[in-house]
């Protein structure tokens, strides 16, 4: 371990070991498997018991959101022919599912075609059901607002949603204000799914992306019944100053919503569990660099700060840590930076944080401080960041003078919102591809 602590590389392959360890502790599919089970006719959802005894049209189910196939496929494992139909909403994949489900490329970050596709599809699935009074299992992950889509009002057009999803996403709300929002435009979210289904026994398995608690904003939460808000969507398109760029369509809906609410029969079953979300991945993480011999720190509250106040709390942290321990510092935290894009360059917020650490602490060298080797990661669980193709990246105290010896300017990246580029320059973007699963981002900073 001596080694490990004293050596820049070795702590390198340190921060991308506990990621990836972190990593395949949130295996949707996994996940699945582990909360359902069949025996006979007893169908058992986590601790929720349903019998499908007297039960001849079976099980219905609606999959939504980046973790979708994996937890289908989980599904149909689990069930078999009980399984009657299913609709999925998800990122296109390798991923096969048996012919009981119709599957739709749902578009990320913004709607598309096939957003609204798959709306329809499970619309006339969950009708269906509710004639039978079969009973539904809803997965619900990450990125399904914009995976299944449709409006309120049907005269909104697809051109339109798309304007307020790229509006939303790139003006510097937090996830919670982009989904009220959302929720008041359309008819999939805010307990739009299970409103179409008032006579079926529901189920919601969760891979959530947001805050502890907070699983009715996963995916804009459409099972999950509207519940008074401290801030409408009126009050959001304000803040943000959103008025000149959205739609006209889109703020008549958001001045014309009100919240709704569905007949739920006596006998109706209505339960949610989360089965994975980001302090899984924390857990996993921090659990990591105990085995490799840091002296770890969860900084829990470092969540959904603006991006530059949550780098730079998170850097002095570690380093403030540093002098008293006598073992390598780990700092863990997660959750989603709010990141307003400035240029039209490729990235996301965790390149971004990524390239805000390594121009901190070049800073911090030419300043004459002494420092201790430090490496910082940041990437998401789902293998995505904003636009690019990585999941984030890993940055170093040597990280700036590396570019500038091959003519990298890291401010001018910094300014464009090109962190992607400036890291795949070299070598040192986190890629994995889509990883099925969406528990938010995982932040890991290491100090020898």
């Given at each position: 371990?001596k080694?490990?602590?004293a050596?820049l590389p070795?702590l390198?392959?340190?921060?991308?070991?506990?990621?990836d360890?972190?990593?395949?502790?949130?295996?949707?599919g996994e996940a699945v498997?582990?909360?359902?089970s069949?025996e006979?006719?007893r169908?058992?959802?986590?601790?929720t018991n349903i019998s499908?005894?007297?039960?001849r049209?079976g099980?219905y189910?609606v999959a939504?959101?980046?973790?979708?196939r994996?937890m289908?496929?989980?599904l149909?494992?689990a069930?078999?022919e009980r399984l009657?139909?299913g609709?999925?909403?998800?990122?296109?994949?390798?991923v096969l599912?048996?012919?009981?489900w119709?599957?739709?490329?749902?578009?990320?970050?913004?709607?598309n075609?096939?957003?609204l596709?798959a709306a329809?599809?499970?619309?006339?699935?969950?009708?269906?059901?509710?004639v039978?009074s079969?009973?539904?299992?809803?997965?619900i992950?990450g990125?399904g607002?914009a995976?299944?889509e449709w409006?309120?009002d049907e005269?909104?057009?697809?051109?339109?949603?798309?304007a307020?999803?790229?509006?939303?996403?790139?003006c510097?709300?937090s996830?919670?204000e982009?989904n009220c929002?959302?929720?008041a435009v359309?008819?999939?979210?805010?307990?739009?799914?299970a409103r179409l289904?008032p006579n079926?026994?529901?189920?919601?398995?969760?891979v959530?992306d947001?805050?502890?608690?907070?699983?009715?904003?996963?995916?804009s939460g459409?099972?999950?019944e509207?519940?008074?808000?401290?801030?409408t969507a009126?009050?959001?398109i304000?803040?943000?100053?959103?008025?000149?760029k959205?739609p006209e369509?889109?703020l008549?809906?958001?001045r014309?919503?009100g919240?709704a609410t569905?007949?739920?029969?006596?006998r109706?079953l209505?339960?949610?569990y989360?089965?994975l979300?980001?302090?899984?991945a924390?857990?996993s993480?921090?659990?990591?660099a105990r085995s490799?011999g840091?002296a770890v720190?969860?900084a829990?509250?470092?969540?959904?700060q603006p991006?530059a106040?949550?780098?730079?709390?998170?850097l002095?942290?570690l380093?403030?840590?540093?002098a008293?321990?006598r073992?390598?510092?780990?700092?863990i935290?997660?959750?989603?930076?709010a990141?307003p894009?400035?240029?039209?360059?490729v990235?996301?917020r965790n390149?971004?944080?990524a390239?805000r650490?390594?121009?901190e602490?070049d800073?911090?060298?030419?300043?004459g401080?002494?420092?201790?080797?430090?490496?910082?990661?940041?990437?998401?669980?789902?293998?995505v960041?904003?636009n690019?193709p990585?999941?984030g990246a890993v940055?170093?105290e040597?990280?700036v003078?590396?570019?500038?010896q091959?003519?990298?300017?890291a401010?001018?990246?910094l300014?464009?919102?090109?962190?992607?580029?400036?890291f795949?320059?070299?070598?040192?973007?986190i890629v994995t591809?889509p990883?099925g699963t969406?528990?938010?981002?995982?932040?890991?900073m290491l100090?020898g």
């Amino acid at each position: 371990m001596k080694k490990l602590l004293a050596d820049l590389p070795s702590l390198r392959r340190a921060a991308r070991e506990i990621f990836d360890r972190a990593l395949k502790s949130v295996d949707a599919g996994e996940a699945v498997r582990r909360a359902v089970s069949l025996e006979g006719s007893r169908l058992e959802l986590v601790d929720t018991n349903i019998s499908l005894a007297h039960n001849r049209a079976g099980v219905y189910s609606v999959a939504v959101g980046k973790a979708a196939r994996p937890m289908a496929s989980a599904l149909s494992e689990a069930l078999g022919e009980r399984l009657t139909a299913g609709v999925v909403a998800a990122p296109a994949s390798e991923v096969l599912l048996p012919d009981c489900w119709r599957v739709f490329a749902g578009g990320h970050p913004l709607p598309n075609i096939e957003s609204l596709n798959a709306a329809r599809a499970a619309f006339e699935l969950l009708r269906r059901a509710n004639v039978e009074s079969a009973p539904v299992i809803f997965l619900i992950s990450g990125g399904g607002s914009a995976m299944m889509e449709w409006p309120r009002d049907e005269r909104t057009t697809l051109d339109e949603l798309r304007a307020m999803n790229e509006a939303l996403v790139s003006c510097g709300a937090s996830i919670g204000e982009i989904n009220c929002v959302r929720r008041a435009v359309s008819a999939v979210k805010g307990g739009g799914l299970a409103r179409l289904a008032p006579n079926c026994d529901q189920v919601s398995l969760i891979v959530s992306d947001t805050n502890a608690k907070d699983e009715a904003s996963v995916a804009s939460g459409p099972t999950f019944e509207e519940t008074h808000e401290d801030v409408t969507a009126a009050d959001v398109i304000t803040r943000h100053r959103l008025e000149t760029k959205l739609p006209e369509s889109i703020l008549r809906a958001v001045r014309s919503h009100g919240r709704a609410t569905s007949p739920n029969p006596a006998r109706a079953l209505r339960q949610h569990y989360v089965l994975l979300d980001n302090g899984s991945a924390l857990a996993s993480a921090a659990d990591a660099a105990r085995s490799l011999g840091f002296a770890v720190e969860v900084a829990r509250d470092v969540i959904e700060q603006p991006i530059a106040e949550g780098c730079a709390a998170l850097l002095n942290r570690l380093l403030s840590r540093r002098a008293d321990a006598r073992r390598g510092a780990c700092l863990i935290s997660g959750g989603e930076f709010a990141c307003p894009v400035r240029g039209g360059g490729v990235g996301g917020r965790n390149t971004e944080s990524a390239l805000r650490w390594a121009i901190e602490l070049d800073a911090l060298a030419k300043s004459g401080a002494v420092l201790p080797h430090t490496v910082a990661l940041s990437a998401g669980t789902d293998g995505v960041d904003g636009n690019g193709p990585a999941a984030g990246a890993v940055a170093d105290e040597t990280t700036v003078e590396r570019a500038r010896q091959i003519g990298l300017d890291a401010r001018r990246f910094l300014d464009d919102s090109n962190a992607y580029a400036f890291f795949g320059a070299l070598g040192d973007a986190i890629v994995t591809g889509p990883t099925g699963t969406n528990v938010r981002d995982v932040r890991i900073m290491l100090a020898g």
